[in-house]
């Protein structure tokens, strides 16, 4: 608390040099006092601030409507903020930032390349390796998501599981220090999706990257995450968080059934029950 | 074993034959000829040089008329599907231009730029070149908004994304606009050499019905159909295909 009480006799300038320092330093993520609003003026965020440790697995849950969406495109620049900061290692956020990888809702694979040069698209635009290398090294990331068997069929010939995952390949190939993953099993069945999700943490296990993973499946969050963030319906922000403190290696046989897991699962089946409240209360003077 | 299903494509060309048989028979031949009177006018045309003249004028008139058209559908098509202002600017244009039948513009091109060569290739061009762009524009305007974030996220720039993303995602509409203007500029080209030129498929036919020669306007239509059908199906249904295998699914 002394440190901050410091900071806050820095003039603003000096202040906001020192706070990315510091960002740069200890956080691989950093939203700070972010507003959003569209242009129609409905208000997504306002003052919206959320930080992940370097090498952190972060679930952010909330229902549909809370604005999962709008935080994405925030922390990958496709949409700026009115007001406020986001830094993704220490620097401010672009689509193109080679720290930032983006696993989308759904695996948008270039249809015409093979599961192989998709893996390979971005070591090519990069061109830092000569195309021997780069093959090597899609390859290398296709065996980790255990499709060396499939480099080279066409998307359309893989299933729904299999192209997320060569969509997965994809982005870690690039080697980000910072994953957005955007509900990505969310399409899945639910066999998929749990396999999918000991996957996930095996290679994040391996790979150490920070994770901010978007979903609105309370026992996947609990599952996968150190820390659960919930979100409120928009215009609301964060709701509040939840450290999950399970042992890993987290397996799908093992995990889900502690009894530790059931209580946080049950924690934020209730908080999520609070928010979808909160929402409704706020919708009915429109009603009536 | 699967026997291949039953395609009753192959009886469509004899049934026509018999059919025009049937009719021919029930007029003189210098009003409408049997098949072989219209085949043996070919090979008069054939031994003394001039169905190959005739033929070669034509094919170069749309070659012509059809690339410059392609040139400026990429570009015109191109800029209004990746640039809103642009395209709410053009598709009046289109619209407009794509709603008068190309060939009411030749007697206006014949005034300006006379007889020749460069007049049926602006007919052509002009019948090819809105459809074309229209069919370009949209093709862009398809590719899914995601493909292109996934290659900004991947780190492409604005060149690598036209030329890894937009280029790639667009040859199927790409090949699909090229049958639709050659077809177009075939059509347009028959009609400008029938209005204005001294040589070519459309002139044989005009100038076939001008001396009443049945059999020299039956070959120039046989000519016609099968040049379009020729180039519809060996080049550009294939390109097509190709193409579409990977948009299948």
């Given at each position: 608390m002394t440190a901050l009480d410091s900071i806050n006799d820095l003039t603003p300038l000096a202040m906001s040099q020192f706070q990315t320092q510091l960002a740069a330093r200890s956080d691989a993520l950093h939203i700070e006092a972010v507003d959003f609003a569209y242009?129609?003026?409905?208000?997504?965020?306002?003052?919206l601030n959320l930080r992940a440790r370097q090498g952190e697995f972060v679930a952010i849950l909330g229902p549909s409507g809370c604005g999962k969406t709008t935080l994405l495109n925030l922390l990958s620049g496709f949409q700026k903020p009115q007001a406020g900061r986001l830094l993704v290692d220490g620097q401010p956020t672009r689509?193109?930032?080679?720290a930032l990888g983006y696993v989308f809702q759904s695996p948008q694979l270039f249809p015409w390349l093979s599961a192989l040069e998709n893996v390979r698209f971005g070591l090519r635009v990069a061109g830092d390796k000569n195309t021997v290398q780069q093959y090597e090294h899609a390859m290398h990331y296709l065996r980790l998501v255990g499709l060396e068997n499939a480099a080279q069929r066409l998307p359309r010939q893989l299933s729904g599981g299999m192209q997320q995952r060569v969509a997965l390949a994809r982005t870690l190939a690039l080697e980000p220090q910072v994953l957005l993953m955007d509900e990505?099993?969310?399409?899945?069945?639910a066999i998929s999706r749990n396999s999918m999700n000991e996957e996930t943490l095996r290679l994040w296990a391996a790979l150490g990257q920070t994770v901010l993973f978007i979903t609105h499946d309370i026992d996947e969050a609990v599952f996968l995450a150190d820390r659960v963030v919930v979100l409120n319906i928009?215009?609301?922000?964060?709701h509040s968080e939840l450290a999950i403190d399970l042992p890993r290696p987290r397996t799908n046989r093992e995990t889900r059934r502690l009894p530790a897991f059931l209580d946080y699962r049950n924690e934020l089946m209730e908080r999520i029950g609070d928010v979808m409240a909160q929402s409704s209360s706020l919708l009915e003077p429109t009603f009536g | 074993m699967h026997l291949p299903k039953a395609n009753w494509g192959w009886a469509s060309l004899p049934f026509l034959l018999l059919v025009w048989v049937a009719l021919a028979s029930r007029f003189p031949s210098y009003v409408l000829p049997q098949p072989w009177v219209v085949a043996a006018e070919a090979l008069r045309w054939i031994e003394d040089g001039s169905l190959w003249k005739q033929f070669r004028a034509s094919v170069l008139e749309e070659l012509a008329g059809f690339f410059s058209a392609v040139v400026v559908a990429v570009v015109l098509g191109g800029l209004a599907g990746l640039w809103r202002h642009f395209r709410d600017f053009i598709s009046p244009l289109n619209s407009l231009f794509m709603a008068i039948p190309p060939i009411a513009w030749a007697p206006l091109i014949l005034i300006i730029f006379g007889f020749g060569f460069f007049s049926i290739t602006l007919v052509i061009f002009i019948a090819a070149v809105f459809p074309m762009a229209v069919t370009i524009q949209e093709g862009v305007l398809g590719i899914r908004e995601g493909e292109v974030r996934a290659a900004r996220t991947l780190g492409a720039n604005r060149w690598q994304l036209l030329g890894l993303v937009y280029l790639p995602a667009s040859l199927p509409f790409l090949t699909a606009a090229l049958r639709i203007g050659f077809s177009q500029g075939w059509r347009a080209l028959v009609a400008a050499e029938m209005i204005g030129a001294s040589q070519g498929i459309g002139w044989m036919v005009s100038m076939g019905g001008q001396i009443g020669n049945s059999s020299q306007v039956l070959l120039g239509i046989v000519l016609i159909g099968l040049l379009a059908w020729l180039m519809e199906s060996l080049v550009f249904r294939r390109i097509e295909r190709h193409y579409q295998s990977w948009r299948a699914a």
């Open positions: 242009a129609n003026g409905h208000t997504v965020f306002s003052n689509p193109e930032l080679p990505p099993f969310a399409a899945l069945d928009a215009p609301g922000g964060i | -």
